[in-house]
């Protein structure tokens, strides 16, 4: 995918209503991750995350919080062992997003891009 096709998808997911089990789904789907590989870490079949949230090796780390938690999770997602060993950790990202009624919030750690 490119940039522009990213924004659009990002742009179309935040236009969606906030839903906590989908939201790192569907952050992915955005990112350009092929169905199958979505349907893996559904599985937990690749799924690699020890704070429940979704951890796509050498890639990202990803755990919903509540927006109060949100430096809490990021702290967690940081510590984490299975961040650590599986190459998510060298870029660290928070960003929180509110639904209507104002909760949710996503952490995230990304690895960079070469």
Known sequence: MNAVEIE??????????FDPEEFPFAFLQAFGNKETTIKRLRKGESNKSDLGGVLQTNNIHIAV???SEVTKTLAALKAS?????SAAASRPRASSRSTTNGCGASTASRSPTT
Do not use: F, H, N, Y
Not at 8 to 17: D, H, K, N, R, V
């Open 8 to 17: 659009e998808a990002i742009s179309a997911l935040a236009e969606q209503p």
């Open 65 to 67: 919080a509540a927006p």
């Open 81 to 85: 062992p299975a961040t650590a060993s």
